[in-house]
């Protein structure tokens, strides 16, 4: 077995979040998400890599009636986000990566990430798509399921922040609170 | 075995993440029920008004008629009489056209015409322009005064309250309420979700009472 410190893995997690920005509008959790990433050590403690996530929210507002100006508009709305985000991240493992089969670590990714709100209404939508910079600090534990096993099991929990604003929909940047969970392959070249 | 065990995994885990959109069903449960109002106009003031029977506007790019027609539609007369249980109950009176009404009813359907996709900025005189068939014989001039910044490129349900007591000496006249009711078309039951919607622009819009 090669040291778990001079190789790399990848990763394919489900992607679950709570928005904390403007949660009038959509605060609901979302399990509908995910990420994929790569990572290689540098170090036996050390490794970075690039990580791509997916989350879609949506929360439902019932019939109402909002005043207008000069007059008034009735309608059921269907909120929804669109968000994908790519971050160059490196995390930091509190052990050395071939001392245990339980891994620890704390990361930290910076990258872009691009927003869709868009507010569905009978066959009508309202969509503005917005651009901004994002920080993801991360905690999170890797699994290898056997001890030199390829295969093993990623858990995180992270908050993410974002520069993306939208005057239309009421964000001054977006913010999440979310979890993952899937599979890791190790080494797979 | 493991590239099997990664392409299901990715595959339920990208198909989970793909972008969603509402249930259609749920979407065009109801309509869209938008009213505006002339904020100088004084609704007080009007005490008659004028609607015909069974007769609506149409405007479309795919059709050469410019009206529906009952009993051709059922559509004209379930709507009209709609409206006009709406304003009897608001106190007004309805009058025939030579009898000088207070305010004139127009109703039309815009189909697949995008007349509404940009601002309408106040003092703005494009809309309705030539599109109007001119029912009161007042020509097509309208003063728009309202902005609207929602897409209408379907089928739309439109109702004008149109001032005809206080006409230009040139006989202009302009609009002083008006309500948008869509989506016609993708509507399941279209006749009792028409009433609906129009009942509900008129709840909307209580400076129309007169009791």
Same mark, same amino acid.
């Given at each position: 077995m090669t040291a778990y410190g001079q190789e790399k893995y990848f990763y394919l997690t489900l992607n679950g979040n709570k928005p904390l920005s403007n949660t009038d509008w959509i605060g609901d959790f979302s399990l509908s998400g995910g990420r994929i990433g790569y990572r290689g050590f540098i170090s036996p403690n050390f490794s970075a890599g690039l990580d791509i996530s997916w989350m879609n929210f949506d929360q439902y507002e019932p019939v109402n009636t909002q005043q207008t100006g000069s007059g008034a508009i009735t309608s059921d709305y269907f909120h929804y986000i669109y968000s994908y985000s790519a971050a160059v991240s490196g995390q930091y493992y509190f052990?050395?990566? /071939?001392? /245990?089969r339980l891994l620890p670590y704390a990361g930290l990714g910076l990258g872009a990430k691009t927003n869709e709100y868009v507010l569905y209404y009978n066959i009508y939508e309202d969509a503005e798509r917005t651009w901004g910079f994002l920080a993801r600090p991360e905690l999170g534990v890797i699994y290898r399921l056997t001890e030199h096993g390829s295969f093993g099991i990623m858990a995180a929990v992270h908050y993410d922040y974002s520069t993306n604003k939208s005057e239309k929909f009421g964000y001054n940047n977006f913010s999440s609170l979310g979890f993952q969970i899937g599979i890791v392959a190790v080494s797979l070249y | 075995m493991k590239n099997l065990i990664y392409a299901l995994t990715a595959a339920c885990l990208l198909s989970w993440g793909c972008q969603p959109e509402p249930d259609a069903a749920k979407l065009i449960d109801d309509m869209v029920v938008s009213t505006n109002y002339d904020p100088e106009a004084d609704f007080d003031g009007y005490l008659t008004y004028a609607i015909p029977t069974d007769t609506i506007g149409y405007i479309s790019n795919?059709?050469?008629?410019t009206i529906l027609v009952s009993p051709k539609s059922d559509f004209p007369r379930h709507v009209l009489t709609a409206i006009r249980q709406n304003l009897d109950a608001r106190g007004y009176t309805r009058v025939a056209r030579?009898?000088?009404?207070d305010v004139g009813i127009n109703v039309l359907v815009v189909n697949d015409?995008?007349?509404?996709?940009?601002?309408?900025?106040?003092?703005?005189?494009?809309?309705?322009g030539n599109y109007y068939p001119g029912y009161w014989g007042y020509g097509s001039y309208y003063y728009y005064p309202y902005i609207n910044t929602y897409a209408y490129n379907t089928g739309v349900l439109i109702i004008e309250m149109v001032d005809?007591?206080?006409?230009?000496?040139?006989n202009k006249v302009k609009v002083v309420w008006d309500a948008y009711i869509g989506?016609?078309?993708?509507?399941?039951?279209r006749l009792p979700t028409s009433a609906r919607a129009i009942d509900q622009a008129f709840f909307q819009s209580p400076y129309l009472d007169k009791q």
């Amino acid at each position: 077995m090669t040291a778990y410190g001079q190789e790399k893995y990848f990763y394919l997690t489900l992607n679950g979040n709570k928005p904390l920005s403007n949660t009038d509008w959509i605060g609901d959790f979302s399990l509908s998400g995910g990420r994929i990433g790569y990572r290689g050590f540098i170090s036996p403690n050390f490794s970075a890599g690039l990580d791509i996530s997916w989350m879609n929210f949506d929360q439902y507002e019932p019939v109402n009636t909002q005043q207008t100006g000069s007059g008034a508009i009735t309608s059921d709305y269907f909120h929804y986000i669109y968000s994908y985000s790519a971050a160059v991240s490196g995390q930091y493992y509190f052990k050395e990566a /071939d001392e /245990d089969r339980l891994l620890p670590y704390a990361g930290l990714g910076l990258g872009a990430k691009t927003n869709e709100y868009v507010l569905y209404y009978n066959i009508y939508e309202d969509a503005e798509r917005t651009w901004g910079f994002l920080a993801r600090p991360e905690l999170g534990v890797i699994y290898r399921l056997t001890e030199h096993g390829s295969f093993g099991i990623m858990a995180a929990v992270h908050y993410d922040y974002s520069t993306n604003k939208s005057e239309k929909f009421g964000y001054n940047n977006f913010s999440s609170l979310g979890f993952q969970i899937g599979i890791v392959a190790v080494s797979l070249y | 075995m493991k590239n099997l065990i990664y392409a299901l995994t990715a595959a339920c885990l990208l198909s989970w993440g793909c972008q969603p959109e509402p249930d259609a069903a749920k979407l065009i449960d109801d309509m869209v029920v938008s009213t505006n109002y002339d904020p100088e106009a004084d609704f007080d003031g009007y005490l008659t008004y004028a609607i015909p029977t069974d007769t609506i506007g149409y405007i479309s790019n795919t059709s050469n008629d410019t009206i529906l027609v009952s009993p051709k539609s059922d559509f004209p007369r379930h709507v009209l009489t709609a409206i006009r249980q709406n304003l009897d109950a608001r106190g007004y009176t309805r009058v025939a056209r030579e009898e000088d009404p207070d305010v004139g009813i127009n109703v039309l359907v815009v189909n697949d015409f995008n007349v509404f996709q940009e601002i309408v900025y106040p003092g703005y005189y494009g809309y309705p322009g030539n599109y109007y068939p001119g029912y009161w014989g007042y020509g097509s001039y309208y003063y728009y005064p309202y902005i609207n910044t929602y897409a209408y490129n379907t089928g739309v349900l439109i109702i004008e309250m149109v001032d005809l007591k206080n006409r230009t000496p040139d006989n202009k006249v302009k609009v002083v309420w008006d309500a948008y009711i869509g989506d016609l078309y993708s509507t399941i039951d279209r006749l009792p979700t028409s009433a609906r919607a129009i009942d509900q622009a008129f709840f909307q819009s209580p400076y129309l009472d007169k009791q």
